[in-house]
């Protein structure tokens, strides 16, 4: 079985640019999460999607990040305009559905912003 | 004060020695508890899940959790130098819900 993939592995970006993460989750998973990850921290929910719909998106900045999941698949999550502080790794990761407790995640996305 | 508190180390153990890994939390409602092992430049990967109090054990990993002083372990018995990674302490109030982790804690196993 394939795991989570996501694109693209590193990004450099000056501020202010926009930058755009995807996200594709394990064949079948219905559940999508967002975290992030700081340097020398946890990863932290930024949304979790059931199907289609943002479920939980409480700590999603939503003055400059976006996230869609169109047809309960892929996902993309943007940044627009991009800021230092969001230097970070993006991780993705899916679980069956949500009565699931495994979840998978994906190598994650390197953002450095300059 | 963050919610789930884990030391970031680093630890160094030498090789075959047991390794004790442990976490503590402020939120009662958490009841999934569950331990990420993470390689460098990878995405996390689940070792072990626990629901409520108890004890689980995996081949050379055993997960403890006590409710009652808000404390979670996990040991390594017989550490390899693959075991070196960063393990992350991870918990939830419901399945499927978001993962609250804990920092990390960076181990080294040397030959």
């Known amino acids: 079985e394939a795991g989570v993939v996501q694109s693209p592995r590193y990004k450099i970006i000056e501020k202010k640019q926009p930058v755009a993460f995807w996200c594709n989750p394990i064949s079948g998973h219905n559940t999508l999460y967002w975290y992030r990850q700081n340097l020398g921290q946890g990863p932290e929910l930024l949304i979790r999607y059931e199907n289609e719909e943002a479920v939980d998106d409480s700590q999603l900045p939503k003055d400059r990040f976006s996230a869609e999941r169109l047809k309960g698949v892929d996902s993309t999550l943007k940044i627009q305009p991009a800021e230092l502080g969001d230097s970070a790794v993006y991780l993705c990761a899916s679980s069956r559905d949500s009565g699931t407790e495994t979840q998978y995640f994906g190598p994650g996305t390197r953002l450095l912003v300059l | ?111």
């Open chain 2, 1 to 111: 004060q963050k919610e789930v508190e884990q030391d970031p180390g680093p630890l160094s153990v030498p090789e075959g020695a047991i390794v004790s890994l442990n976490c503590t939390y402020s939120n009662s409602v958490f009841q999934y508890f569950m331990w990420y092992r993470q390689y460098s430049r990878k995405g996390p990967e689940l070792l072990m899940y626990t629901y409520s109090s108890g004890n689980k054990e995996d081949g050379r990993f055993t997960a403890q959790v006590d409710k009652s002083s808000k404390y979670i372990s996990l040991f390594i018995r017989d550490s390899q130098p693959s075991d070196s990674a960063t393990y992350l302490c991870a918990m939830s109030q419901n399945s499927g819900y978001a993962l609250n982790f804990g920092k990390g804690t960076s181990l080294l196993v040397t030959p």
